[in-house]
DNA sequence: CACCGGGTGTAACGAACGTTACGGGCAGCT
DNA sequence: AGCTGCCCGTAACGTTCGTTACACCCGGTG
């Protein structure tokens, strides 16, 4: 398959391309996009994808150990073959005695994320994607790391249907944003770990000046879910060592997923916005 | 039947078979014996694999309705390739009866960041993870959606190090960044889908001045990867509908565990950072 | 400034390639 | 028996291949 589960050949490729001198690492980068399929064709027509001379691409091979071209070739090619076989058997839990930190990190992430899809329920989705392509007004906010998500809540959402914006991080914007607060508008609040005590103050005025207010978080009994209208928790023991923003992302794409099938017509928004981002580019 | 999904290729060979003269057979065996790859070797080891001369070959190419062996070796490499996609798409939009717009969403999202987490080779993040905790100073950098991974990496790593910064967006203010830039500092670059022309030439100005380059793209032959000295590639096909910078966050997470695994002092920079800001807000 | 080492492209080489031309061989038909 | 059509291998052809040799350019060093 194709990059999902590689080979040693191509990692070999991959850890040896720093050290490369430019010509070679250009024939390494259209080897590994095109893997394996750009290692079937003539050397030539490799050294003419990456605009390289073909003993470029000869020293290439020779510097990582191969004797000449055809060798690589025998090797991808068995690899490929092998590859396949294994494809029926791929229920390999990997296994291997001590994972590294990284594949510990890799698996938290994996499961983590697993966890954090699992755990939102379907109809609080559909609810929450109805009501940010229903109102009047959306505005996000989010806590010192959190508000990443909420930017990016905000700009793909953007595309999607007018009138979203973030809640600006000053006191005195944030005033001024929450006097036109009212009964049709919608917040998104993301609020995490240590919990924002600004982000729960915003949160709490606006309910009460009858907005809607969905709350991502990490918990129910986080600080700003009394005030919130629709509430998408994501377990807790997700968490690694370090802040698990992915999870936040993930369940943002989701949510965005839901308001791109209840607007039909946004596929044309998207199209104008890339028209004028390169008019005004 | 070797392989589960038997392209139009091997069809044709299967249905003229039998109106087809023993030594032409003999070819079409060992090409269905050991699909496709048999087909990956020269013309003349097919024959001797067949027990025939090369001629024999030939002309059952041309019997075929293929103009030459290197025609028919061309198809048979395009359709290996879109046959790969194709399960890769399969794999990714999941085929179970009718699930709903989110159980789909979020099976992309668990098999791609599946594939985003098993397609990072881990020497690459440790050479990554050192470079960013041993260089000068970092900058890192983002296109209009990947901008908010560059910012979280920025937030995150300067709790682990002093000297990190985002490159900031206005041209002066990106000239008046890039006069500082030297041989010992490093660049981070995220750079997807359209990519971004200013962030390819942001990153080839500064790998004439010596600075380290690391690029997160989608594809090994992205604008910027001639620049990158270390170049991690997510699996392009795992983009669903809306852009997945779920998997942006997740390397960048992990890059992050390994950048914290190499900073033994780094809690006690984290317990300050928290201290300082209770004080300050 | 001269020097040096590494990286690269151009040009030329020999080898292997796929193809074509040709002739022997064999069955089936007249 | 002779003829005919098809199949197939041998031999030679021209092409394309991967490799090597060599000269140029560039950045770093004494």
Redesign the interface.
Known sequence: ??????GPIA?RL??A??ALP?GE??I???????YP?AA??SLRSLAARASVSPPTATRLFARLGWDGYADFQKAI?SE??EE??S??RQFVSGGSAAP????Q??DT??SG??GT?GSVS?PV??AVAELLMGSGAVWTIGG??SE?AA??LA??LAGLRPGVSRVPGPPQARARTMVDIGPRHTIVAYDFRRYSAATARFVAEARKRGAHVVLVTDAWDAPPAPHADHLIALPREAA???????YE??VT??V???C??AAPGSADRLDEVEAL?HTLG
């Open positions: 398959m194709r990059p999902v589960a590689e990692e991959t850890e391309y720093s430019e690492r250009a390494v980068r259209v080897l590994l996009d095109d399929y079937l064709e090619r490929a073959r396949d076989r494809r029926l590294s930190t990284f594949e990190a890799a992430l994996r994320l697993s899809l379907e989705l559909t010192p790391l990443l930017e990016y700009r793909q690694g060592p370090i802040a698990p923003l992915t992302i993930a794409e989701l965005l997923v839901g791109a099938g981002t």
